[in-house]
C-alpha cells in the first residue's frame, strides 16, 4: 500500500462544476503539499499545508491532522484547470525534507 | 525571473551509453533533488544534496550518479547500468532545513533507442 493515495486517479468534468480531490496518508508529516503538473511536464507548488484551510483563487485546499486527509477544491473550474494534481507529504528526517508522492489525479474539464 | 533551467528537454540516447541530465538554479537554494516519474507512479527520489560537494542516494539511485562542484549546479549521470532508463527527470530545489515548497524544473524526458 503507498504511504499517500490520492482519489480518484482520473476525473472529467464540465466547466464550471465544483471539484474535489482527496489524498490519504499513512505516515507522520511535518506537511502536506498540492502541486499542479502541466502537459508539458513543469511542476508548481498550488499549496502547503500543516494544519487547516487555505484558499488562493478558486482553489481551497484542506487538511485534518487527525484523519490524514486532505482535499483539494476547485470552484467554478475551467478548461484551463486541466493538469495533474499530486499530493505529497513532507516527512522530516534530520537535514533532509524528504518528499512521498501520491500518484497524481489526471483532472480533464471539458467546455 | 529566478527559477530552475532543465535541459534538453527531450534526450534520445543509444543504450549501452552514459547520458547527462543538466540541472541549474538561480534561487540561491542549498538542497538540489532529482526525481524519476514513470507512468502510474508517484515522483521518486534518485539523488539529493543539502550542500556543495555532498550529496546522498534516494530510494532508487542504482545506475545513477551526480556531482555537486557548484551551488547553482546539479548534473544528473544515467550510466549504463541503469536499467530501464526511459522516464520523465525532473530537477527540484529549496532552501536547507526547510518546509518550504520545492521548485521544480520543467523536466527531461529521456529515451533509450
Known amino acids: 500500500k503507498n504511504e499517500v493515495e490520492q482519489s480518484p486517479q482520473n476525473l472529467t468534468a464540465q466547466e464550471g462544476e465544483f471539484i474535489t480531490i482527496n489524498c490519504s496518508y499513512s505516515?507522520?508529516?511535518?506537511?502536506l503539499h498540492w502541486l499542479q503538473q502541466h502537459p508539458g511536464g513543469g511542476i508548481v507548488s498550488l499549496f502547503m499545508l500543516s494544519s487547516g484551510k487555505k484558499k488562493h483563487g478558486r482553489l481551497i485546499a484542506t487538511i485534518n491532522i487527525q484523519e490524514k486527509h486532505s482535499s483539494l477544491h476547485i470552484t467554478a473550474s475551467h478548461p484551463r484547470d486541466s493538469a495533474v494534481y499530486i499530493c505529497?507529504?513532507?516527512?522530516?528526517?534530520?537535514?533532509?525534507?524528504?518528499?512521498?508522492f501520491g500518484t497524481g489525479t489526471l483532472l480533464a474539464v471539458q467546455p | 525571473d529566478g527559477g530552475i533551467t532543465q535541459s534538453p528537454k527531450y534526450l534520445f540516447r543509444k543504450e549501452g551509453q552514459n547520458v547527462t541530465l543538466s540541472c541549474e538554479q538561480n534561487?540561491?537554494?542549498?538542497?538540489m533533488y532529482w526525481y524519476r516519474q514513470d507512468p502510474g507512479q508517484g515522483l521518486r527520489l534518485i539523488y539529493y544534496?543539502?550542500?556543495?560537494?555532498?550529496?546522498q542516494k534516494g530510494d532508487i539511485a542504482e545506475g545513477y550518479s551526480v556531482s555537486r562542484e557548484k551551488k547553482e549546479s546539479f548534473p544528473l549521470t544515467v550510466t549504463s547500468a541503469q536499467k530501464n532508463p526511459t522516464a520523465f527527470y525532473l530537477c527540484a530545489s529549496t532552501k536547507r532545513d526547510t518546509l518550504q515548497p520545492q521548485h521544480f524544473g520543467d523536466g527531461t524526458r529521456l529515451s533509450i533507442l
Open positions: 544534496s543539502q550542500i556543495v560537494n555532498d550529496f
Open positions: 505516515v507522520g508529516i511535518s506537511a
Open positions: 534561487l540561491n537554494h542549498d538542497a
Open positions: 505529497a507529504v513532507s516527512v522530516y528526517g534530520g537535514a533532509t525534507n524528504k518528499l512521498i
